[in-house]
């Protein structure tokens, strides 16, 4: 979850002058890194290994 602190430490990371757009994309990022981390911590994750054979079956 994100939280007023990691927004403005964000935000403070974007130039002096930006776009709607660029805050956006930020806060998305921002977003989907915490999401990640939350996977990794309740073990949601996929091994290198597992996705080398996923890639594999693909590739076929």
Known sequence: ML???KVK???ENLP???SIDQLID???F???IEEG???SE???VISNEDIKVIIDKWSG
């Open 3 to 5: 939280t007023k602190n």
């Open 9 to 11: 430490k964000s935000i």
């Open 16 to 18: 002096d002058s930006f």
């Open 26 to 28: 930020q806060l998305i």
């Open 30 to 32: 921002l977003e989907k």
């Open 37 to 39: 981390i939350k996977q």
């Open 42 to 44: 309740e073990g949601r």
